[in-house]
């Protein structure tokens, strides 16, 4: 009898983890898997009419989607969260802006039959709810921190793709993309430096 009340509280242990699990998929990773599918039956040698989409190019399109959603996110949150006012204009204007980058990208993914993500990876939900734990100016320094280096990552494959990337129409996408990053790059970094300034002018000399 008490073995089989070990085995049941183990099989009802084993079973809440994987429920646990299955109920959070990978967004990201689906949405590849998906596409890689698609790709792998269209993609026959007969094919000579037109560009194939390669795995590469609609990789690109779901990483930038998660990006785009991560970012947006974040904004909203240092625009609602944080106390200094340059925090809350940069969150705004990067929340404001992505809602037009998406529209785009949801435009071009639909023409090219590949499918984004619903939501951002399980690698970024918890880079978002980390920063959801911080509060004053460590939520403020974190932000900032991350979305310079977000944009250092963002800029690296958007260059990649404007450059290597097979289908023109991403290729594109990329190119024309690559001026707003930068922008907002400029104003995180910007940012960060001024914090970083008035934290170490704050902090007492040794003595």
């Known amino acids: 009898m008490k073995n089989f009340v070990r085995l049941s509280s183990g099989l009802i242990v084993i079973s809440i983890f994987l429920s646990c699990n299955s109920r959070n998929p990978d967004s990201v990773k689906s949405a590849k898997e998906v596409n890689a599918k698609r790709i792998d039956t269209e993609s026959r040698p007969d094919d000579s009419s037109a560009i194939a989409l390669t795995k590469d190019d609609a990789d690109f399109l779901v990483n930038t989607a998660s990006g785009v959603m991560l970012e947006s996110q974040m904004g909203q949150m240092a625009r609602d969260r944080s106390g200094n006012q340059r925090v809350k204009d940069l969150g705004e204007m990067i929340a404001r802006d992505h809602k037009e980058a998406e529209a785009k990208l949801k435009k071009l993914a639909a023409a090219k039959n590949v499918t984004l993500p619903a939501d951002i990876s399980n690698h970024q939900q918890k880079e978002k709810e ?38 023109p129409d991403v290729k594109t996408f990329a190119s024309n993309s690559l001026p707003l990053l930068y922008t907002h790059l400029d104003s995180a970094r910007s940012l960060q430096k001024v914090m970083k300034r008035k934290i170490e002018i704050s902090t007492p000399m040794p003595k």
Do not use: C, M, P, Q
């Not at 991350?146 to 097979?166: E, P, Q, R, S, W």
């Open 130 to 167: 980390n920063l959801l734990k911080k509060n004053g100016i460590e939520f403020d320094r974190s932000y900032v921190d991350l979305t310079v280096n977000d944009y250092n990552k963002d800029i690296k494959d958007f260059g990649k793709a404007a450059k290597y990337a097979t289908d």
